[in-house]
C-alpha cells in the first residue's frame, strides 16, 4: 500500500528564516511525486511535479528536491503570504493513475 | 473563467437524510474527481470522471454516487448520510492524463448529526 509521510505536523518561522519540508513515501514504483499549497478554506493549489530522484523544481522562494524515499519542501526567506498548509501527493505507476496518496500536509506560519 | 465551483459551501444533514453537492467547471477538462479531507487523513479519492457518462470508483465510494452527464457538471451523491461522512468536499477537475495539476474548487463542509 502506497504511504505517504510528512514532517514536520507544524512550523512557525520567522520572516527570512529558512527551512525545509519534508515527505517521505513508501510506493510500488513512483509515478510522479507533487507538491501542493492549500490555504485555510480553500482547495489545494498545484506547486510542482517531480518525476525522478535527483530532480529539482524552484518556484520564487520554493525549491523541491527528490530521492528515492524522500523529497524536501525547502523555503528560502520566507515572507507571511508563503503561510499555507504544504501537501504532498504520490501517484504510482502500476493502478489507476487518477490514484494520489496524499499526506496530512504541513502547518506552515510565518511571522513578523 | 470561474474555475471549478462548488455548492454549496456548508450544509448540515441529519443522519439518513439525502442530498447531492454540486460541482461545475469551465474549463472544458474531461477530468473530474471528488475528494473528501479529514483531519489527520490525507485528501482521499470518492469518485472520477474522464469524461461524459464515464465514472469509476475511487479509494472510498461507499454511500455516494456520482452521474456524469455533460463535460461540466459533476454532482455527488449522499444516499442516506451517515456522521461518519462529516468531512470537508473537494472537487477537481483537469486534462486527461494530468491528474496531478487539477484545479480544486473550494470546498463543501459536511456536517451529518
Known amino acids: 500500500e502506497d504511504q505517504v509521510t510528512q514532517s514536520p505536523e507544524a512550523l512557525r518561522l520567522q520572516e527570512g528564516e529558512s527551512s525545509s519540508l519534508n515527505c517521505s513515501y513508501t510506493v510500488s514504483g513512483l509515478r510522479g511525486l507533487f507538491w501542493y499549497r492549500q490555504d485555510p478554506g480553500k482547495g489545494p493549489e498545484f506547486l510542482f511535479t517531480l518525476y525522478s530522484a535527483g530532480e529539482e523544481k524552484e518556484k520564487e522562494r520554493l525549491k523541491a528536491t527528490l530521492t528515492k524515499k524522500e523529497s524536501f519542501l525547502h523555503i528560502t526567506a520566507p515572507k507571511p503570504e508563503d503561510s499555507a498548509t504544504y501537501l504532498c501527493a504520490v501517484q504510482a505507476r502500476t493502478g489507476t493513475a487518477s490514484k494520489l496518496t496524499f499526506g496530512t500536509g504541513t502547518r506552515l506560519q510565518v511571522t513578523l | 473563467n470561474a474555475g471549478v465551483t462548488q455548492t454549496p459551501k456548508f450544509q448540515v444533514l441529519k443522519t439518513g437524510q439525502s442530498m447531492t453537492l454540486q460541482c461545475a467547471q469551465d474549463?472544458?477538462?474531461?477530468?473530474m474527481s471528488w475528494y473528501r479531507q479529514d483531519p489527520g487523513m490525507g485528501l482521499r479519492l470518492i469518485h472520477y470522471?474522464?469524461?461524459?457518462?464515464?465514472?469509476d470508483q475511487g479509494e472510498v465510494p461507499n454511500g455516494y454516487n456520482v452521474s456524469r452527464s455533460t463535460t461540466e457538471d459533476f454532482p455527488l451523491r449522499l444516499l442516506s448520510a451517515a456522521p461518519s461522512q462529516t468531512s470537508v468536499y473537494f472537487c477537481a477537475s483537469s486534462y486527461s492524463g494530468r491528474v496531478e495539476t487539477q484545479y480544486f474548487g473550494p470546498g463543501t463542509r459536511l456536517l451529518v448529526l
Open positions: 470522471s474522464v469524461g461524459a457518462g464515464i465514472t
Open positions: 474549463m472544458n477538462h474531461e477530468y
